[in-house]
């Protein structure tokens, strides 16, 4: 009930309704293909797989979602699931990439951190983001977040580098996870050379302001963040706070098409902002997904 008392006082604030997009913007937004989506599907797999304990993604025996991508090779994981997300990293030789992924964390929780009325960003912390503008601001929980493993996860992705001569990095999360696997995006590449980095993300709340996004737009050469119909989480922190998404989302309709919404916070109404334009409008659970028949869970 404090939830949706917040969110009443929020709603006040809403801008009025956007105006429904033009026909040519509806038309111009294009379904991905079966294959397509199916080349998601490892992606999927190794963010829920975050949310296992850690002595069972060191060892690959954490079932079903390990099993899933089954070539798997550990390199580290940690985490207690409470003051540190669980994480992993390790390399995946049939995708030929390293994979660093985190653990989200409870819908709830999520919700009542996104909506939070005293919500601040701050500048990222120059040692560990060199030559980052000051003008780039993200939200300070998720940042404090990423920063408890930041080091820890380097060294693991260097070690994954050297024994598996790997050539790219992917960053994996869903929730909580996917805005530290951002920062993971952001972060890894000022201190790494001679790889390439993508990202796959799933129910990514907004991250940081529209200098964070562009930032990510020009300097993270793949980002697909992938939301679930009416998920709440995605449309949070409110764009009127300030916040923005990078590009490369693709929003998976009522009817279950993968829908590629180019730009950032795109408003046609095939993709989140323009179908879920406040958080009445939302559906909770969708938030686990099901992303392509797998919910979001160890
Ligand atoms: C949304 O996508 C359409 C179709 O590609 C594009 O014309 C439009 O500029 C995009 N809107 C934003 C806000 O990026």
Not at 113 to 121: N, P, S
Not at 139 to 166: M, P, Y
Request: with cysteine.
């Amino acid at each position: 009930m404090a939830f949706l008392s917040a969110l009443a006082a929020l709603v006040a604030l809403l801008p009025p309704a956007f105006a429904a997009p033009a026909l040519e913007t509806r038309t111009s937004i294009s379904a991905l293909s079966t294959s397509q989506i199916e080349a998601f599907k490892p992606f999927t797999h190794y963010a829920s797989t975050a949310y296992c304990q850690p002595s069972t993604t060191l060892t690959w025996s954490c079932g079903a979602n390990c099993q899933a991508n089954p070539s798997f090779e550990p390199i580290a994981s940690g985490g207690d699931g409470s003051d540190t997300q669980f994480w992993y990293v390790g390399y995946d030789p049939a995708l030929a990439t390293v994979i660093v992924a985190h653990q989200g964390t409870d819908t709830s929780e999520i919700l009542a951190d996104l909506t939070d009325a005293d919500i601040v960003r701050g500048k990222l912390d120059s040692t560990l983001f060199p030559g980052v503008s000051s003008s780039v601001t993200v939200h300070e929980g998720f940042r404090d977040e990423q920063a408890k493993t930041a080091t820890t996860i380097l060294a693991a992705v260097n070690t994954a580098i050297s024994k598996f001569g790997a050539k790219q990095v992917t960053t994996v999360g869903h929730s909580l996870g996917a805005a530290i696997s951002l920062l993971d995006a952001v972060y890894l590449p000022l201190h790494l050379s001679g790889v390439s980095f993508k990202s796959v993300l799933y129910g990514l709340p907004r991250v940081g302001n529209g200098d964070f996004a562009d930032y990510v737009d020009a300097h993270v050469s793949s980002v697909t963040h992938i939301n679930n119909k009416e998920d709440p989480v995605p449309i949070l922190p409110g764009m009127f706070l300030g916040f923005h998404h990078p590009s490369g989302e693709v929003h998976i309709t009522d009817s279950s098409v993968w829908e590629s919404c180019p730009g950032q916070d795109n408003d046609s109404d095939l993709c989140i902002v323009g179908d879920v334009p406040n958080v009445f409008d939302s559906t909770e659970s969708d938030h686990d997904g099901p992303y392509d028949g797998v919910t979001m869970g160890c």
